[in-house]
């Protein structure tokens, strides 16, 4: 089956796919066809910000990917959870809007040659698409824009206890992890509205799904792009097990994702010739960056169980009467805990005094996640995450076979670089003295992992490997940047030696971020949405911020 053309085809309606669909069929010249292959979103559990946990366990919105064994956590993989619904991941993440650091950005422009992404060109795309009152007025910040971005109108008193001991221990605060520099301990921000979660699709894609040069389809699985003599010229999808094509007379722009974006190119021919021609695809550009060059985000945790206070998000019989008053305050007034994201204090710091900038990412979790860290906090405590958020190791994903619904080899290669683990490690010993200090004594709680035995870097090393997962934060898989050797796309999103066709989300990163990663997306689709209706860029934003 075929249809008739469109102008732009977007492959995905995750983050960036959402804000691509608004801002090209804001300009009602162009036809835009939006493909995503999970389910539309209108579930209620994705709506409730605490439905995170829900969400994680419900296989209809998400792919289920696993990662390949990992050398560096003693040959185990681990569950690799990615949004399978419209508003992609945004509709199942954490909610958390943190850009990382400015010289994240001053780095892809000056040593990744991404021309044009600095802090401050990109700064008034962040802007553009926020809509924060609590720093309205800033100039780090957007007032009026789609995404709702706000602070916990109530955090739990768990959190201030972290704070307490972090300011007393002598770290640094940080008011705003999104302004000049976000160095220290504080709250975080989260894109929530009024007690909903506020995904990518909500904000971006619902309030103009009534336009008429829109089209968003669901339920279809992009297999390829077609290319005919080096140009894009569609996508050949399945839809209910039947292959359909759509013909696009602009461009086709993949925001799959950073496993799902690598995995079209792939399948399209596009990627290193030798391994395509032995899956039996046809190549049609050798390409070897597609799918190398991927990094997440690493962690491990310290655990703290109270057996007798139930101060912490959790589910027990002593808990029970205040947990229905909390599923009431939100039924009746949407707020409460129920309404705000759970993990809300952190603290974004460096490993070692010597670094420019921060290496490592403390998150405060206010509730007991168990030896297997699930996601439904049976009982009581509180745990501190351990993040490394520059990660030096980098691996791969690629395409098993070239079948569309085949899951991809994903290997990340944690801790391959052993400076990676000793960065996790210091941060487990930070979180331990942190948990540890009196702030928390009111508590009454007792480590249970790594467990009060586990103290030399041997111990805490094998610990690391043996419980260590992601932070959900891929990216790098189809790099930006202008080494032809070792990156997919220009500084202009565009995939080398193929015409029409661009690459925009997470797989682009030229590096990763030292933060969570959904509103650096957001900006990549705002500026990616301007290159593509030939907009020009806006001026750059010069402003004080930390030495690097
Ligand atoms: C559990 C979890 C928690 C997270 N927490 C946070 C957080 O708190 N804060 C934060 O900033 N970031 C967080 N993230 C990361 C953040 O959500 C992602 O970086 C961001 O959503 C990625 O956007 P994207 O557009 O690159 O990909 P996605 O949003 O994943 O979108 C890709 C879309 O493409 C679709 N797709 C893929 N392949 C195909 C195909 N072949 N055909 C059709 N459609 C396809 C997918 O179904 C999906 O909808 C979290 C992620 C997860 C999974």
Request: aromatic content about 6%; proline content about 7%.
């Amino acid at each position: 089956m075929t249809t008739t053309p469109y102008h732009y085809i977007i492959v995905g309606g995750g983050s960036a796919g959402c804000v691509l669909a608004n801002r090209l069929s804001a300009d009602a010249r162009y036809n835009v066809l939006l493909l995503e292959a999970g389910p539309p979103d209108d579930h209620w559990v994705l709506s409730i910000p605490t439905g995170v946990v829900a969400s994680l366990m419900k296989p209809e919105f998400s792919w289920g990917y696993e990662s390949t064994p990992q050398s560096g956590l003693e040959n185990r993989p681990f569950p690799i959870p990615r949004g399978r619904v419209l508003g992609g991941s945004s509709s199942v993440n954490g909610m958390v809007y943190f850009r990382g650091h400015p010289g994240d950005y001053d780095d892809w422009a000056h040593r990744e040659g991404a021309r044009g992404w600095s802090y401050a060109e990109v700064l008034p795309y962040f802007c553009r698409s926020e809509d924060n009152r609590t720093f309205a007025g800033s100039p780090y910040h957007g007032a009026s824009g789609e995404m709702s971005v706000t602070n916990s109108p109530r955090p739990n008193r768990l959190s201030r206890s972290f704070l307490e001991a972090t300011k007393s221990l002598g770290l640094p605060e940080c008011v705003d992890f999104n302004g000049p520099d976000p160095e220290g301990c504080g709250m975080r921000q989260a894109t929530i509205r009024n007690g909903r979660r506020e995904s990518m699709v909500t904000a971006f894609l619902h309030p103009v799904r009534h336009r008429a040069n829109l089209e968003v389809k669901t339920g279809v699985v992009v297999d390829r792009v077609l290319i005919e003599n080096g140009r894009a010229t569609g996508v050949r999808c399945l839809v209910d097990n039947q292959v359909c094509d759509f013909h696009a007379a602009g461009e086709v722009i993949l925001s799959a994702g950073a496993y799902g974006s690598p995995a079209v190119l792939q399948r399209s021919g596009v990627g290193d010739a030798e391994e395509l021609a032995a899956l039996g695809v046809k190549v049609q550009h050798h390409l070897p960056a597609v799918g190398r060059g991927l990094r997440d985000h690493p962690n491990a945790a310290v655990q703290v169980k109270t057996d007798r206070d139930h101060t912490s998000y959790g589910v027990s019989a002593r808990a029970m009467l205040r947990n229905i008053g909390n599923v009431l305050e939100y039924v009746l007034w949407r707020g409460g805990p129920v309404g705000s994201s759970t993990f809300e204090a952190t603290g974004f710091l460096r490993s070692d005094p010597s670094l420019a900038r921060p290496d490592l990412q403390l998150v405060f979790m206010p509730a007991h996640r168990g030896p297997k860290m699930t996601a439904l906090p049976m009982g009581h405590g509180y745990g501190v995450l351990s993040i490394l958020v520059r990660p030096k190791s980098h691996g791969r994903v690629t395409i098993a076979s070239a079948d569309p619904l085949a899951k991809p080899l994903i290997d990340p290669r944690f801790y391959e670089d052993p400076d990676d683990i000793d960065v996790v490690r210091k941060g487990l010993l930070l979180a331990r003295q942190i948990v540890q200090h009196p702030a928390f004594n009111r508590y009454g709680g007792h480590e249970i992992l790594p467990g009060p035995d586990v103290k030399d870097d041997a111990a805490l090393t094998s610990y690391i490997r043996r419980t260590s997962s992601t932070v959900h934060h891929p990216g790098c898989t189809c790099r930006m940047g202008d080494d032809p050797s070792t990156t997919v796309v220009d500084h202009e999103l565009k995939v080398r030696g193929i015409a029409g066709l661009r690459v925009a989300d997470a797989s682009v990163f030229p590096t990763l971020i030292a933060g969570n990663t959904n509103a650096a997306v957001v900006m990549i689709a705002e500026k990616a949405a301007d290159m593509l209706l030939g907009k020009a860029a806006p001026e750059p934003v010069r402003l004080p911020r930390a030495a690097l």
